[in-house]
């Protein structure tokens, strides 16, 4: 992994925590997520015209993810409507890496070193650990101390993002690849899984959707530029170094995601969060090292 690639995914770390605390600051989530997912729409179309069109070995990829990605969003929506921003995110990103590890060993016949598979197993292992540590109800979350029981739902919706997220890293890589035009697939990609949620709003909230729409438009907008330029940025970097250790270095927003956690939803930090970030710390400098 060059640190021109390694630049570029931790830009897309920053950027994909960014988003998703502007869909959790949100208290709807449909429309946080129609605002986001419209909105990648609609910039996906206006790039689309200027970029060639993904090769033809492409397309079952990107239909492919764009079901998965309305999955994904849709648990990032339950996840977020039972935990705390910075429980379910390093949940939902850690889970990841060592799912698309096994994968791209069976699908893509990668071979990792050492290094590369000890920073995986590491950060994942330690930060999925950690973060299990006081996922408690919404009633239960301001005055529980770290002896409480884990809010069980929460948890689970939590590991089901992230396993939906490892199986799109996945199909994305292998599409990718395919596609010839990085920038032509990631434009494909928004368009195609930008209209579900918006057009099931439509449908279910009818004439009032608007309306809902209206007071949060600028958050969701920007949220939907993040949401591209995250993945965008990770799409290019899976076209320069191999699918496990990009899928892991991304995680590194799981430091940010703890950190907005804290400072903006005014969330506890605590030891196990604060050790969380020491070892996503860890496991990014074996993969580096690894490069």
Request: aromatic share 8%.
């Amino acid at each position: 992994m060059t640190p021109l690639v390694a630049a570029a995914v931790l830009a897309a770390a920053v950027t994909h925590a960014g988003w998703n605390a502007i869909a959790h600051a949100i208290k709807d989530q449909l429309v946080a997520f129609t605002l986001i997912g419209g909105g990648a729409a609609v910039l996906g179309a206006l790039i689309a015209p200027f970029v060639p069109l993904p090769a033809a070995g492409a397309w079952p990829y990107l239909i492919a993810s764009a079901l998965l990605h309305v999955g994904y969003q849709a648990l990032l929506m339950r996840s977020f409507s039972l935990g705390d921003f910075g429980q379910m995110y390093p949940i939902a990103r850690g889970t990841a890496p060592l799912v698309v590890t096994v994968a791209a060993v069976f699908l893509v016949d990668e071979r990792l070193n050492g290094w590369q598979l000890g920073g995986v197993v590491f950060a994942s292992a330690g930060l999925v650990g950690v973060a299990l540590w006081g996922i408690l109800p919404p009633g239960r979350r301001k005055s529980a101390g770290p002896g409480s029981r884990p809010h069980w739902p929460a948890i689970l919706a939590a590991l089901a993002t992230g396993l939906s997220i490892a199986a799109y890293t996945v199909v994305d890589g292998l599409g990718v690849r395919a596609s010839g035009t990085p920038v032509g697939y990631i434009a494909w990609l928004m368009i195609l899984e930008g209209i579900l949620i918006p057009a099931y709003a439509a449908y279910s909230r009818r004439g009032a959707l608007l309306g809902q729409l209206r007071p949060y438009a600028a958050r969701g907008l920007l949220g939907a530029a993040l949401s591209m330029a995250a993945y965008g940025l990770i799409l290019w970097a899976q076209t320069r170094a191999p699918l496990a250790p990009v899928a892991a270095l991304r995680e590194s927003s799981i430091i940010v995601g703890a950190a907005i956690g804290a400072v903006f939803f005014k969330e506890r930090f605590g030891a196990p969060r604060i050790a969380a970030a020491a070892l996503m710390v860890v496991g990014i400098g074996l993969m580096l090292r690894a490069g």
